[in-house]
């Protein structure tokens, strides 16, 4: 069965742009993000495994604050790091986890890719990309983020 969630870190010449690959099966499209931010963030960085070990760090960082959410809780999970806004996913527990993908006016450069704390709980300006959510267990969640950063540290 294909992983709910796929990220990938593409080699490219365009310096940390769109080299991030994410995707959320009928959630939203293979879309390709920057990980500027993330490079910026990497003291020194030799190579793009470091990329995917800082990109596996802030999926660790979402599964556990995703692990602690309670009912009518909604935590905001960015992905997309960009100059003027993030892109992010809305996470509200409703039993299961209702996903939704969008953004915020909230700009990347302000936010710690590594360690996003001050970020999760403090989107107030969320707007969805479409009006489409998708619902799944949280422990299914939580599977699918593991996977995510197995492959990114190990392939």
Known sequence: MKNLLNIEIIENDKSGHVDLV???HELIN??????????LAIKPKSGIQ???NAVAELIDSWNK??????NGEIIYLPIDFSDQYTGCLKV???????LTYGFSRREGWSVDPLNPKDY???ITDFEPEKENTITIKQSEFEKCL???IKKLKFE
């Open 22 to 24: 994410f995707e959320i």
């Open 30 to 39: 293979q879309k390709k993000f920057d990980t500027y931010y993330f490079a």
């Open 50 to 52: 470091e990329i995917k």
């Open 65 to 70: 604050k995703q692990a602690k959410l309670e």
């Open 92 to 98: 509200e527990k409703r039993i299961d986890l209702n």
């Open 120 to 122: 999760y709980e403090s």
């Open 146 to 148: 593991s996977k995510v």
